[in-house]
């Protein structure tokens, strides 16, 4: 009975290359042995056999250096007794020879097949198994012969001794006494047991050989032996098949000439000579042989030399495995491969060929892509090494690279676009098509290139143009919508267009240009459009309707394209002219109140010259006839309220001038709660948002306070039967779109005042009005309708602007506008109202086109104790001044004056008077001629109209007597 061989043995794997290393680890495996190692060189294995003593080792014969794996194999035979399986490329004589000393357990020639392999492992198993089982039994029988003839060795001497005392007392040698039968059956004994060991070890060789025949009989190889004659002497059934008989017993004592074979017979024959004259085996050559049917294949063989008991040759064992099907797969893989090849040296297309992330072979396409001109220069280069740092997503190439090969296998296949860079450093886009090639030692893929440079271009200046049409599409200002040119039905919207709709746009698509206008207009407004696109009619006006029904005012453009799909549309282009109407209607505003300006500073210069006198002629009465004190404070009273009335004129027409300095606001604000909370009815309620850190503003904290003042009492006015009064204050920058949309704006940091009520509003048709002077829906006793128009001057004399908002019987809301102060500004300290002034004989030029104020002023300057020095125009006084050149201490002169202005007066008299001081009276001055006089030394100005005290004080500044009065 056949002995199975261990269930698990420990074999030790030397092998220099991972991938073969590899595949032997998993046949071992797959079998159910332990496997030690790899080891990479003699010196590893020798160190992991001690370490775990291996049954048996497979080492290659190249293992580390070239011959240290047959090194190996001897001191692993020599020290630790293990024997050896060679791994080997070579069958040459010299190192057979060498290789004998080890006693291999046989030879497995590369490259092999799984099943080579696998029989090679199992064939070295068994034999190991057998000569263990032949070891231990010639081990149990030496032992047991080493102990009988020990025995035997005891008893000869006694034995010998009984003989010669029997001789000597005449007794025949067979006449033997009990003890002596005794004894002689003890000899017999002893020599049955040595028969029946040599029977049991008999019985062990059967079984051993029985254990052979079993392994020859089922190896999946054909294995034959012949005689020194190269007879057969035996075979197992695989060979015998082959040979055309049904068993082995057939083909006993046959030769080659009787075989299938005769063709090959005699070149078998003379291998089988080599083999047995040489005493060397011939392993792994590859011959061919005709089957019985006249078939030829092709075999691997091998043949080995047997030897008798004193060591000669007495026949030869071979072993052959039919490799037709790989024969022929290696041709029909060379064909592939010439035609591989010849496809991959015509392609168009890059091809290259990457193992263990690098590339090992290329086309020409593919070096002229890389502007490369040998193989040298591409093979063993990583990725990497042909790619930019970075890739356009902004990953590593180096990492980006490791991830789409891991997916070509994962997936079968992986196509991509990559860019790589010429020689010369040019990246370029490639489509790459990354593919594994099926080999279970090899890790391959067949990559492709195509560039795509010149299409990624062409894609990107396509893109781009279609990324500018819908950006300007998109992001156009106007609203554009594309219609069908026979039903009129929107078949696009733009952004624009979905905002000044307040629609969706899918609730646009569909609809019919008609709908979008009014009702009553929208068959006429198509029809212009349709005119307009046909005929090229520049820009028509229409109204178009938002969601909410208001209608907005736009001009329309448009014209007809054709898509791709041929189907002709109207390209129609809407812009919101909303803004425009409201600056159209805000510049026309701004025009009528300059000219009602320019009207109200003409009235007011008039309206000085007649109030002048009257002021200045009140106090010289109120001395001369004291008994009419009453009804000279009469005339006195109203003058100064016409006065009052003629500077808000004068406010409104040009501004005010005043003393500037930083202005905290909230103060301002702060001081206007408590006159609102203290004076206003209390079904008033005041509500304030004030921002932290409010801004400073440049300002006459008196004139912004008669803002405040005059918008709060606007608001109460506008709740008789009370309501809410919100004071709101802001930083807000003002930038150039929202400047441009302003009347009298200009961009940069402001602080915004907001003056909000509850009130009955302002009809729209009066919105345009509320800032003309006079006009007032108010009672006659309620008020004069300067308010607002004051409160516009000043804020405009501070580089400001004012903006309402007002819905009837919803309120309205006014909103100041106050530049914001520089951090360089500075402020100006206010100055003190002088005492009245007398004089001590002064000579005092005063020049005047008006007679009533010239002869006004000269009885005051009398009254003061001045020398008057009268003249009607600058001509005059001119010669009045050169006249009373010495003694002339100081001139008054007015601005506007037939013949010569003022402005001219004082350039020629500072040509022979340059020290002489000049004040300008006047009601009011433009800022060309304020520069003007500064340039000549003309800082000083006595408003008109003006009374005695106002005089007097001007001239008490301009004799040096006192503080500086208020700049012209």
Known sequence: ?????????????????????????????????????????????????????????????????????????????????????????????????RSLSTSPLGYLVRPFSKTELHAAIKLSIHRLAFDRQRHQHVRQLEARLTERTAALEEEVPRLSQEDERHRSAGLPPDNTSPRDVQKTGQVEHWQLDLVAGRRQAEKVAQNSLELLQSVVENAPVRVFWKDKDLRYLGCNSWFARDAGFTSPAEIVGK???????????????????????????KLGYEEPQTTPSGNLIWLRTSKVPLHGEGGQITGILGIYDDITARKQAEQALRESEQRFRRLFEDSADAILLFENDRFIDCNAAALAMLQMTDLSQIRGAPPRALSPEFQPDGRRSEEKAVEVIAEAFEKGSNLFEWVHVRSNGEPFTAEVLLTPIQDPNRRLLHVVWRDITERKRAENELRETHDRLATLFEGARDAIFIADEQSGLIL????????????????????????????????????????????????????????????????ITAGVGTLATGRRVIQGFFRDVTERKQLQSQMMRRQRLESIGTLAGG?????????????????????????????????????????????????????????????????????????????????????????????????????????????????????????????????????????????????????????????????????????????????PEMGTGLGLSTALGIVRSHGGFLQVRSTPNQGTTFAVYLPTAAPTDSSVPASDPQSLYRGNGEMILLVDDEASVRLAAQNVLQRLNFTPLIASDGLEGLARA??????????????????????????????????????????????????????????????????EPDLAQLLSRLLGRGASPTGV
């Open 603 to 779: 009235v007011a210069h008039d309206l000085n010259n007649a109030l002048a006198p009257i002021l200045l002629v009140t106090e010289m009465l109120r001395s001369q006839y004291p008994d009419e004190n009453e009804m000279i404070g009469i005339v006195a009273t109203s003058t100064r309220r016409a006065t009052e009335m003629v500077k808000q004129l004068l406010t409104f027409a040009r501004g005010v001038e005043g003393e500037r300095q930083n202005l905290q606001t909230i103060h301002l604000l702060r001081e206007m709660e408590k006159i609102i909370k203290s004076t206003f009815p209390k079904n008033i309620q005041l509500r304030t948002t004030y921002t932290k850190e409010l801004r400073t503003v440049l300002g006459d904290a008196t004139q912004l306070h008669q803002v405040l003042l005059n918008l709060c009492v606007n608001a109460r006015d506008a709740m008789p039967l009370g309501g809410t009064l919100t004071l709101e204050a802001e930083n807000q920058v003002v930038d150039q779109t929202t400047a441009a949309k302003m009347t009298d704006a200009n961009p940069g940091p402001h602080v915004v005042w907001r003056i909000k009520d509850t009130g009955i509003g302002i009809p729209a048709e009066n919105l345009d009005r509320i800032f003309d002077p006079f006009f007032t829906t108010k009672a």
């Open 882 to 947: 050169a006249e009373h050149a010495k003694d002339l201490r100081a001139v008054i002169t007015d601005q506007h004056m037939p013949h010569m202005d003022g402005l001219n007066f004082v350039r020629v008299l500072r040509r022979f008077l340059p020290d002489v001081p000049v004040a300008v009276a006047s009601g009011r001055l433009e800022p060309a001629s304020v520069e003007e006089y500064h340039s000549l030394g003309v800082r000083m100005r006595l408003d008109k109209p003006f009374s």
């Open 1 to 97: 009975m056949n002995q199975a061989p261990p269930l698990s043995l420990r074999i030790l794997v030397g092998v220099n290359e991972a991938t073969v290393a590899l595949e032997i680890e998993a046949c071992i495996r797959a079998m159910g042995h332990l496997v030690i190692g790899p080891a990479n060189t003699g010196e590893l294995a020798l160190q992991l056999a001690e370490r775990d003593r291996p049954d048996f080792a497979l080492v290659d014969f190249n293992l580390g250096a070239a011959g240290d794996g047959l090194e190996t194999a001897a001191l692993l035979r020599s020290r630790l007794d293990v024997p050896v399986l060679f791994l080997t490329t070579t069958t040459d004589d010299t190192f057979l020879e």
């Open 255 to 281: 030769t080659d000439f009787e075989m299938g074979w005769k063709a090959q017979a005699e070149a078998y024959r003379a291998d089988d000579r080599a083999v047995m004259e040489g005493g060397v085996t």
């Open 492 to 555: 696009d919207a733009n952004a624009a267009a979905c905002d000044l709709l307040a629609l969706t746009r899918d609730k646009i698509l569909g609809r019919c240009l008609a709908d979008l206008h009014p009702p009553d207009k929208a068959a006429f407004y198509l029809e212009q459009m349709r005119e307009l696109a046909t005929r090229g009619i520049r820009v028509v006006e229409a109204e178009v309707l938002r969601s909410d029904g208001r209608p907005i005012p736009v001009e």
